[in-house]
């Protein structure tokens, strides 16, 4: 996985919420203004955080701290909204009050996805997937960019998800693959 271009530039390379410099992907915030440029570099751990409303890794997004200043709009807007999130946190309320964004940047911080529209994994059953699960996959799949198979039945252990729906990603024969949701089962 890597950053398109334009985003490798802006971000250096670094995570732009936690400044991170490990497994970088784009993330496109689910609503934008229409105008601004509304990808995100982040790292896995704030994607995981980004796409969930619930158990969050308090500890990590302290560092909407720092990415809460930033000057790139969609970093600022993210970082707000999770500030919000975060309501039964002090000092994340805190820092909420000391946050102004102009009105058109608070319009976007506002249009914050319903719960139901939070981005969902769900395996081959339709039941939930959460970062740290172990499942198994159910059908013979060539893994693109290598030469083997990941055969049926093969455990995965310790999933992340990515900020595709349909797509998760697990260790298989030692390598960190993409594997697509429908196929594999919680176990
Ligand atoms: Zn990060």
């Given at each position: 996985m890597s950053l398109p271009a334009n985003l490798q530039s802006r971000s250096a390379g670094k995570c732009e919420l936690c400044s991170a410099e490990t497994s970088l992907e784009a993330f496109a915030l689910?609503?934008?203004?229409?105008?601004?440029?509304?990808e995100v570099a982040l790292c896995s751990t704030c994607t995981e955080q980004v796409t969930k409303?619930?158990?969050?890794?308090v500890n990590h997004l302290r560092c909407l701290n720092d990415s809460m200043w930033s000057t790139v709009p969609a970093v600022q807007v993210l970082a707000a909204r999770m500030l919000n999130r975060l309501n039964a946190e002090t000092w994340a309320q805190d820092l909420k009050d000391m946050l102004y964004l102009d009105e058109e940047l608070q319009a976007w911080v506002d249009q914050e996805p319903a719960e139901e529209d939070m981005i969902k994994h769900v395996d081959s059953n339709g039941a939930v997937l959460s970062a740290g699960d172990n499942v198994v996959i159910i059908k013979d799949l060539n893994v693109k960019g290598t030469s083997f198979v990941a055969k049926r039945g093969t455990p995965v252990r310790n999933i992340s998800l990515t900020n595709n729906p349909e797509h998760i990603e697990g260790r298989v024969n030692g390598t960190r693959i993409v594997i697509i949701t429908q196929f594999v089962k919680k176990s």
């Open positions: 689910p609503y934008s203004d229409g105008q601004a440029a509304n409303s619930e158990d969050f890794d």
